[in-house]
Every structure is written in structure tokens, then in C-alpha cells.
């Protein structure tokens, strides 16, 4: 997916949310190719955003699956989640419901809102596939089981149909450095708290890659960085303080800690859930990934039903990062798979 596209801007009106209504709920998207042909669904990931001059290189801000959508066949929307800073979030809100007063958001709310671009907008009535990793995986979940009707197919990158215990307790570490800090002012900061901001890079940063990576040095980068603390410095605080504003930061990840597909149809029987699902799906989780690891999808696709499910294990030590393009390697194994998956005849699991 090459071609260059501007972001547009939805207005949904009044909105309701988890957490609240907003008055005038706003979602960005882009998109790419010809409308006549297959539409591709392709949300945002936790860190990533649509407009690429204000997303610097880093785990998440890219997947290696988006190299393989060919904007030649496929017509691919691509959708920014709420809080990060394109789509409604507590940074470019008015007041009343700006900064910390902003509603509480869920993977539900996104994909509603979602759903309205594409059918009330963009006048699309069925999705060839939702592909996404991380957050943008676990929302390909979210859409699979929402939409169910209109969805056939779905790519889930190093991410899961419900955030696990132990993910969310990772991610409560770098959330609570960052609420804790002593300029976050309980999200009513005047400027960057950046104490708050570098301790939760710093927090979350040993998360990304597997353990392997770290042992092998791989954080230098080839001399990219003459040490582990200039790669923290340079690769993950500046990324968030150049591009992330900290309330955004803390109402995504709580919509990522939230994430469980069976609460929305099936009271919270996941087994249900799964087995209700209709689309095909890829599931392509990282050896070595501490978020999602394949364990998860392994339950998930035992769960489905009638064999539409096809796991492929990233064998990388490359952690979660593996799937956010982080290197050549893994970028081609993804990259494989997904064209396989999405231009050619579909064989599921024996």
C-alpha cells in the first residue's frame, strides 16, 4: 500500500460512548484504490496513526501486512482509533469533554463508528477482509463478530480476540508510571508532562522484543545507537513526546485493557463467541511475542468452528515487533502469507 492518500474526517454527531455521549464524535480515516474493487478494512494499532509525518519509526507505527495490500485490487480504508489524536480524543476534543473529562472508550464504540464510515459514507455493503496488528487485530476480531454478515475474511497480526490478565497487567505498569508521575496533574497538565511520558517509554519499551533480542544486543541498531540508553532515549521516549499527548495515551490503553469479543454478543462466554464466528481468519501471532503470544491463538482457532481458522507462527526473536515492520526478515514472512491468504484459493486447517 504505496499510493498517497489525505485523511478525511467523519462526523457521527451525538455519540454515544462506554463512558459517555460525545456531542459531535469525529472518526479519521484514509483511503486507498479503485471503490469498485474488494474493500479491505485496516485499523489503527496502539501508536499508530494515519498521518506518517507525525508517526516516527517504531514498533507499531507500520505492519509489514500493509506491504502486502495492492491498491491495484483491493479498495482499502484505513481507520484511526478514538484517542489517537486523529479520530475524537481527549487532546483535539472541546471542552466539555476535553482532556481527562473524556468518556471512557471501548472497541465496540470504534468499530460502530467504523461501520457508519463505511456504509453510510463510503457506500460499502460487504468487507473482502479486516486486517490489522495488535489493537488493529484485536478490532479484525471485533469487526468479525459485530458484523458478522459482512465480513468474510480476517487477518489478526500479533494480537488476540480478548486482552489477556497477564497483558493487562503489563500494560497497567506503563499506564500507572505515567499516572503517578508528578507532572501528569490527574490529566489537567499545561504542558507535556514528560516525567510521566519517558517513564511510561521506559516501562513499556522491554515489552516489545523477545529476550532473545535484547541478549543479542539488537537494540543497537547495527550502530544505530551506541547504547541500550540511547536507543530507550532516542527510539522510545522521543516517539511518544514528539508525537503522543499523555491523556490520549492513557484512554487507549484502556480501551486495549477492555478488549474481550464475547461481551459484546455472548455475555462474556468466549467459547460461544468464538464458535459463532463466520468469517475465515489468519492468525498470525510472534513466537517470542510477550503481548499476544501464539498460546492465545492456538485456544482461539481450537475454538472456531468448521475449520476457518489457519494459524502461521512468526518464528522471529523480534517479540511484538515483529509484526510492526520492524525488520526485513519478518516483513517477507508476513508479507507471504497475507497475499496468500487474500489472492488465493483458502485452504483451511485439516
Request: charge should be negative; charged fraction near 20%; aromatic fraction near 12%.
Amino acid at each position: 500500500m504505496s499510493k498517497e492518500s489525505v485523511t478525511q474526517f467523519y462526523e457521527h454527531g451525538r455519540f454515544k460512548m462506554t463512558g459517555g455521549v460525545l456531542p459531535n464524535a469525529i472518526t479519521a480515516y484514509r483511503t486507498y484504490g479503485d471503490p469498485k474493487n474488494p474493500c479491505i478494512v485496516f485499523p489503527t494499532c496502539y501508536g499508530g496513526k494515519l498521518d506518517r509525518e507525525h508517526a516516527p519509526d517504531s514498533p507499531g507505527r507500520s505492519t509489514a501486512c500493509e506491504t502486502a495490500l495492492n491498491t491495484d485490487k483491493f479498495y482499502i480504508v484505513t481507520f484511526a482509533l478514538f484517542s489517537n489524536g486523529e479520530s475524537s480524543s481527549p487532546s483535539n476534543t472541546p471542552a466539555p469533554y476535553n482532556g481527562p473529562y473524556f468518556p471512557e472508550v471501548s472497541y465496540e464504540d470504534n468499530i460502530r463508528a467504523q461501520h457508519a464510515v463505511v456504509t453510510k459514507k463510503l457506500g460499502v455493503s460487504k468487507i473482502y477482509s479486516v486486517i490489522g496488528f495488535s489493537m488493529g487485530g484485536q478490532q479484525a476480531y471485533y469487526w468479525a463478530v459485530m458484523y458478522p454478515d459482512i465480513v468474510e475474511r480476517a487477518i489478526v497480526l500479533c494480537g488476540s480476540a480478548r486482552t489477556s490478565p497477564h497483558n493487562q497487567c503489563f500494560i497497567e505498569g506503563p499506564k500507572s508510571a505515567l499516572l503517578a508521575s508528578k507532572d501528569f496533574e490527574d490529566g489537567h497538565y499545561k504542558s507535556p508532562p514528560q516525567h510521566g511520558i519517558r517513564a511510561f517509554a521506559r516501562a513499556y519499551s522491554a515489552w516489545a522484543y523477545g529476550q532473545t533480542w535484547f541478549r543479542n544486543k539488537s537494540y543497537l541498531f547495527g550502530g544505530e545507537f551506541d547504547s541500550l540508553n540511547s536507543f530507550l532515549r532516542e527510539k522510545w521516549e522521543a516517539r511518544f513526546l514528539e508525537s503522543w499527548d499523555a491523556n490520549d495515551m492513557v484512554t487507549l490503553i484502556n480501551t486495549w485493557q477492555r478488549g474481550d469479543v464475547s461481551l459484546v454478543r455472548h455475555a462474556g462466554d468466549f467459547e460461544a463467541c468464538m464458535g459463532d464466528i463466520k468469517a475465515e481468519v489468519l492468525l498470525m501471532p510472534c513466537k517470542t511475542d510477550l503481548y499476544f503470544p501464539p498460546e492465545d491463538s492456538e485456544i482461539e482457532m481450537s475454538l472456531m468452528r468448521n475449520n476457518l481458522a489457519k494459524l502461521v507462527v512468526i518464528d522471529s526473536v523480534w517479540g511484538h515487533g515483529a509484526g510492526g515492520g520492524s525488520n526485513a526478515q519478518d516483513v517477507e514472512i508476513i508479507k507471504a502469507a497475507v497475499i496468500k491468504f487474500l489472492e488465493s484459493d483458502w485452504e483451511p486447517c485439516p
